[in-house]
């Protein structure tokens, strides 16, 4: 098996999001202003990096206060695999996030007060070091062109950013703008899609689309599955 140098990897991950088609203007952004922070880890199936990818995200999360910028996000490159369903990503995306969740939870980090602990809630979002963040999952098996990503990608978008584009009054019409690139990308609206606080947030994490009667499977800190 062929693994990718972590410098292919990252340029492959950018030439997407520099995709004229690409969607999200946000990342976009983001990216012309290099502020997103990546790291490359070797698969995404394996707990193998999960240690350095909760310190690398403790890390970004204490420097978030005193970041400035619109657009900031946190992205973990993963070496492979490269064939993954999209239910079996899901499952991955969800064990690779509980073992963060787990790790915060044995450093006694408290969960970002703003947002709900219950990943059913529509108040949700994950916490790692004290901040709360929207989970982008992205692969290359993914049914939306919009997530066909070269390799395995979880992007962490800082809660804290959503809050200050509402208060700008800047948050609706990014939306739209995201949301009607999607349609033109994928050639379908995307049913996933919805704002932060009127549905369960978590739904939308890995890109899969899942019924009404989805429950998502991550577990409360400190407790062991049934």
């Not at 140098?5 to 990342?27: H, K, L, Q, W, Y």
């Not at 394996?46 to 995200?57: A, K, M, N």
């Not at 200050?164 to 690139?181: I, N």
Request: proline fraction near 6%; charged fraction near 25%; glycine fraction near 6%.
């Amino acid at each position: 098996m062929n693994v990718a140098s972590n410098s292919d990897v990252e340029t492959e991950f950018r030439g997407f999001i520099r995709r004229m088609d690409f969607p999200c203007v946000g990342a976009k952004a983001a990216l012309a202003a290099g502020s997103i922070e990546t790291i490359t880890a070797r698969d995404i199936t394996s707990s193998w990096d999960d240690v350095r990818i909760h310190e690398e995200l403790c890390a970004f999360s204490r420097k978030l206060q005193d970041d400035a910028r619109s657009f900031l996000s946190f992205a973990v490159l993963f070496q492979q695999p490269h064939a993954l369903d999209e239910q079996t990503f899901e499952k991955i995306m969800w064990a690779r996030l509980q073992s963060i969740q787990d790790k915060d939870h044995w450093l006694s980090y408290r969960p970002d007060a703003r947002v709900a602990r219950d990943p059913n809630s529509p108040d949700f979002a994950f916490s790692v070091g004290g901040e709360a963040y929207f989970v982008v999952g992205m692969h290359p098996g993914s049914s939306r062109q919009s997530r066909r990503m070269p390799m395995p990608v979880l992007v962490f978008n800082p809660f804290m950013q959503f809050q200050q584009l509402r208060e700008a009054g800047r948050y609706g019409r990014m939306s739209e703008v995201v949301r009607t690139r999607d349609a033109q990308m994928c050639g379908s609206e995307n049913p996933m899609l919805a704002d932060h606080g009127t549905a369960p947030v978590a739904r939308q994490f890995s890109g899969r689309i899942v019924g009404e009667d989805w429950r998502c499977p991550l577990r409360p800190a400190g407790t062991t599955a049934a």
